[in-house]
C-alpha cells in the first residue's frame, strides 16, 4: 500500500514540489541567518561603544581628580552589563587606579558563540578633560564576554530554521491533500473506468468526464480518448468491410499470382538465356583482347627486329668515311627510321594505356630542366620557321618533383611539336606555376588554330581536326590522343581552347608532390654584386623574350633599367640589334640575347645568351659579364662529374638469330674493344658455354630450337654459371616481358633497336669484376 501511494502522480508532485520549496526556504533561511549575524556583530560592536562613550567622560574626571572610590563605583556600574568582565582604569604611567571583574558565564553551546563571535572581546578609550584636551590622563579599558551576544543570535538562528521546517511540512500536507482531490483521484476514476473495458469489444466503451474537470487537462484527455474510441469503432467497422471484399477477391487474386508465376518463369528462361549469350560475349571480348595483346607484342618484336638492323647499319654506315651527299642521304634514311620508331613507340604506348598496363615512375626530377631541355631541343624548329619559342618558368617553381619525368617529356614534346609545326609567323610559349600541389604547363601558339569540330576530333586516335591538316602538315595524329592518355594515366587533366587562325592554347594540370628536397627559391643566394651593379635591358618591350628575363631578375632581385644615357651595370641586348648599343658600352660587360641561333662569337669579351632563356646560362652569362670567378658562376654546388670507370675488354656471348643484328651487335660490342662469339639459338648457346668461358652473355629471347628464356633457366640450373651475367636484349617491349625475364634468371634487360650508351652501360654494370693481382 505504501509503495503503491509512493507511486501516485499526487505524491510524486508533492514531494518533488515540497523538496524544491524545502530547498528555496533552508536558501532562504541560511540567507536570513547569515544577515542576522552580521547585524548581531554591528549592534554588540555599537552597544559597547555606547557604553563606553558613557563611561568615558565620568572616568575622565575620576582621572584627573584621582578619586579611586568613584572609580570603583563606575567599574561596578560597568559589570552591570552582562556582556562585562572586566573594567579596569590605567592611569598615565600604566598602573591600574581600579580594577573590577567579574567570571565569564559557563554553557554547553558556548563553543558555537566562541566560534561565530569569539570567547571575549577588549575595548579601551584615551581619558582626556576639555579644559586639558592635550594632556593624556590614561585609559578605560573593558573586556566584554560574547557569549551574551552569541547566545541571542543562536536563539534567533534556531527559531527561524525549526519556523521555516514547520512551513514545510505544513506546506506538504496541504498540497498532498490539494493533488489528491484536483488531480489523483480524478485520475483513479478514468482508470477504473478503462479497466471495466472488455477485451472482445472495446469499441462500445466511452469513458465519463469528470465532475468539475470538463474544460481543464484531465477533461480534454478523457474526450480524446473517447475520440480514438469512435475512430477505433469506424476502422473496425471499414476493416469487416475491406475483410469480405478480400474474400471476394481472393480467388481472383489466386489466378492473377498463377498467370505472374508463369510469366516470371518465362522471364527468368529469357534472361538465362541473355546471361549465357552475355557469358560468351565477355569470354569472346577476353580472347579478342588477348589476341590484340598478343599482335602488339608479335607486331612489336617483328618490326622492332629488322628496324634494329636498319638503324644499327645506318649508324655503322655513318660512322664510316662518307662525301656530303651519301652522308646527307644516310642522315635522312636514319632519321626517317627513327621516325618510324617514334611512331611504334606512341602506338605501343596507347595500347598499353589502353589495357591498364603502363606503369609510371615515382622519382625526384626537375620539371624546370626538362622544360628548358625540351624548349632548346625544339628551339632549331622554331628557328627554321622563323617564330619564336618563349620559356617562361615561373621563378617560384619548385626545384624537384615527384613522378614520372620521361612520361611528362613526352607530354610536353609532343605539344612542343605540334604547336611549331601548326605555327608559321608569330611565337609560341610554354609555361609552368605551380600552385596548390598542382603543377600547370600552358603551351600557346599563334599558329592555324582549331575549329569547334576540329576539337572534338582532336584527341581521337588517328585523327587530327580536318583533312586539309593531315594534307598540309602530315602527322599520324597519335601524339595528342597519346597526351591525353598519359595526363589521365597520371590523374591529371588536359584542357584546349582554339579559334580558327588565332591560335591554339593548351593547359596540363598534373598532380605533382614536391621532393622534400626541393627550394622554390631558385639561388640560395644571389651574388652581391649582381644586385649592387644592376642591368640594363636593351631589348624592346614588345619582344617575347623580354618578360621571362625581366621576372627572373626580378625573383633575384636584381635591379633593371631601361637603355638611356647612363652607361652603368651589365648590357643585355639582342645579338641583332646589338651594333647599336654595344660597341659604344661602358658598364661592367655586354650579353648578347641570340634568338636566331646565327650570333657571330667575334668578340670574346661579349657573353652569348641562347633563347629561348635557361635560368642556369643566363645566371653563368650574369656572373661571367660582371667579372665574377667561374667557382661563383654555378646555380648549385658543382658536383663532380664522376667518369665511369672503363669496362676492360670481355668475352662476350651473343645470341641472336637474326644476321643482320648480330653484325650490328657485333659491330658495337668490337667498337667497344670486347671479343664476341655467335650462337643462333638457346641450344647453341649452351653448347658454347660448355665448350668455354664467357664474362657475360647477351641473350635474344625469340628464337628457334630453344629460346632465350628455356636457355637462361637450363643455364642457371648449373651451380657453374650461377653467377654468369645474362642480359636480355629483346626487342618485346610490351608490360612484363620484363619481369618475364627477370624471372627467367636474367640480370638486365635492353631493348631493341640497339643504343650504344644503354648497351655500354648495361654491360658495365654486369661485367664481372677484373681478377686481383697477387
Known amino acids: 500500500m505504501i509503495n503503491g501511494f509512493r507511486k501516485r502522480l499526487s505524491f510524486r508532485l508533492t514531494r518533488d514540489t515540497v523538496l524544491v520549496a524545502m530547498a528555496l526556504g533552508l536558501a532562504l533561511n541560511l540567507i536570513q541567518i547569515t544577515l542576522d549575524y552580521f547585524n548581531a556583530r554591528e549592534s554588540m560592536e555599537e552597544e559597547i561603544h555606547a557604553l563606553i562613550d558613557i563611561s568615558v567622560s565620568p572616568a575622565s574626571q575620576i582621572a584627573y581628580n584621582i578619586d579611586v572610590r568613584l572609580a570603583e563605583e563606575l567599574l561596578d556600574g560597568l559589570l552591570r552589563h552582562p556582556a562585562t568582565i572586566d573594567a579596569r582604569i590605567i592611569d598615565n604611567d600604566g598602573q591600574t587606579m581600579a580594577a573590577a571583574s567579574q567570571s565569564s558565564p559557563v554553557s554547553p553551546y558556548r563553543w558555537a558563540s566562541d566560534l561565530l563571535f569569539d ?178 607484342a608479335s607486331m612489336s618484336h617483328e618490326i622492332r627486329t629488322p628496324l634494329n638492323g636498319v638503324l644499327g647499319m645506318l649508324g655503322l654506315a655513318l660512322e664510316g668515311e662518307l662525301d656530303s651527299t651519301q652522308r646527307n642521304r644516310l642522315e635522312i634514311a636514319f632519321n626517317a627510321g627513327e621516325s618510324l620508331l617514334g611512331l611504334l613507340n606512341d602506338i605501343l604506348d596507347i595500347s598499353k594505356v589502353e589495357a591498364g598496363k603502363l606503369s609510371l615512375e615515382n622519382i625526384p626530377f626537375s620539371m624546370r630542366n626538362l622544360i ?94 580536318d583533312a586539309d591538316t593531315t594534307r598540309l602538315y602530315g602527322g599520324t595524329g597519335l601524339g595528342l590522343t597519346l597526351c591525353r592518355q598519359l595526363v589521365e594515366r597520371m590523374h591529371g587533366q588536359i584542357l584546349v581552347d582554339s579559334r580558327e587562325g588565332r591560335g591554339t592554347h593548351f593547359t596540363v594540370t598534373l598532380p605533382l608532390p614536391m621532393h622534400e628536397d626541393s627550394s622554390p627559391n631558385g639561388l640560395p643566394q644571389v651574388a652581391a ?103 661563383e658562376v654555378t646555380l648549385k654546388p658543382a658536383q663532380p662529374a664522376g667518369k665511369e670507370a672503363d669496362t676492360p675488354p670481355l668475352k662476350i656471348l651473343l645470341v641472336e638469330d637474326n644476321q643482320v643484328n648480330q653484325m650490328v651487335a657485333s659491330s658495337l660490342l668490337k667498337k667497344l674493344g670486347h671479343h664476341v662469339d655467335h650462337a643462333e639459338n638457346g641450344q647453341q648457346a649452351l653448347d658454347s658455354l660448355y665448350a668455354r668461358n664467357y664474362d657475360l652473355v647477351l641473350m635474344d629471347c625469340q628464337m628457334p630450337v630453344m629460346d632465350g628464356y628455356e636457355a637462361t633457366r637450363r643455364i642457371r640450373k648449373n651451380p657453374e654459371w650461377k653467377d654468369l651475367s645474362i642480359i636480355a636484349v629483346t626487342a618485346n617491349v610490351m608490360q612484363g616481358d620484363r619481369e618475364d625475364c627477370i624471372a627467367a634468371g636474367m640480370n638486365d634487360y635492353v631493348t631493341k633497336p640497339y643504343n650504344r650508351d644503354e648497351l655500354r652501360a648495361a654491360i658495365s654494370r654486369w661485367a664481372p669484376p677484373p681478377p686481383q693481382e697477387p
Request: glycine share 6%.
Open 529 to 631: 654584386k649582381l644586385q649592387d651593379i644592376g642591368i640594363t635591358l636593351a631589348i624592346p618591350a614588345e619582344n617575347p623574350h623580354r618578360r621571362p628575363i625581366e621576372r627572373q631578375l626580378s625573383a633575384w632581385q636584381i635591379p633593371t633599367r631601361e637603355i638611356g644615357h647612363s652607361q652603368q651595370g651589365i648590357l643585355i641586348a639582342l645579338a641583332e640589334d646589338s651594333g647599336s648599343v654595344a660597341p659604344n658600352w661602358q658598364g661592367e660587360g655586354v650579353i648578347l640575347a641570340d634568338r636566331s641561333g646565327s650570333a657571330v662569337r667575334d668578340k670574346p669579351e661579349h657573353q652569348i645568351l641562347s633563347l629561348p632563356v635557361r635560368r642556369d646560362e643566363l645566371y653563368r652569362c650574369l656572373c661571367r659579364a660582371a667579372g665574377i670567378l667561374r667557382n
Open 119 to 296: 570567547s571575549s572581546r577588549v575595548f579601551s578609550q584615551e581619558l582626556r578633560v576639555p579644559q586639558l584636551e592635550e594632556l593624556p590622563l590614561g585609559q578605560l579599558i573593558v573586556t566584554i564576554d560574547t557569549y551574551h551576544y552569541g547566545l541571542q543570535f543562536l536563539e534567533r538562528a534556531t527559531y527561524t530554521l525549526i519556523s521555516g521546517l514547520l512551513k514545510s511540512l505544513t506546506l506538504t500536507a496541504a498540497l498532498l491533500g490539494i493533488f489528491y482531490l484536483v488531480l489523483t483521484r480524478p485520475m483513479l476514476n478514468v482508470i477504473s473506468a478503462l479497466s471495466q473495458v472488455k477485451a472482445s469489444s472495446p469499441e462500445k466503451v466511452r469513458l465519463p468526464v469528470p465532475t468539475n474537470h470538463q474544460d481543464d487537462e484531465i477533461g480534454t484527455m478523457v474526450g480524446i480518448i473517447n475520440q480514438h474510441l469512435e475512430t477505433i469503432d469506424s476502422s473496425l467497422a471499414q476493416l469487416r468491410i475491406a475483410e469480405s471484399a478480400m474474400k471476394n477477391y481472393s480467388f481472383q487474386l489466386e489466378r492473377e499470382v498463377e498467370d505472374r508465376t508463369r510469366e516470371i518463369s518465362e522471364k527468368n528462361d529469357a534472361l538465362q538465356r541473355g546471361n549465357r549469350a552475355l557469358i560468351k560475349a565477355k569470354e569472346d571480348a577476353v580472347r579478342r583482347a588477348r589476341a590484340r595483346a598478343n599482335f602488339l
Open 372 to 465: 628548358e631541355e625540351s624548349a632548346t631541343l625544339h628551339a632549331q624548329q622554331a628557328r627554321r620557321k622563323r617564330i619564336d619559342l618563349v620559356s617562361e618558368v615561373d621563378p617560384a617553381l619548385p626545384e624537384s618533383f615527384l613522378g614520372d619525368p620521361t612520361r611528362a617529356r613526352q607530354i610536353l614534346n609532343n605539344l612542343l611539336s605540334n604547336a611549331i609545326k601548326f605555327t608559321d609567323e608569330g611565337s609560341v610559349y610554354v609555361k609552368a606555376a605551380y600552385s596548390s600541389g598542382s603543377l600547370r604547363l600552358d603551351v600557346i601558339d599563334t599558329g592555324i588554330g582549331m575549329s569547334t569540330e576540329g576539337l572534338h576530333r582532336i584527341f581521337s586516335p588517328f585523327s587530327q581536326a
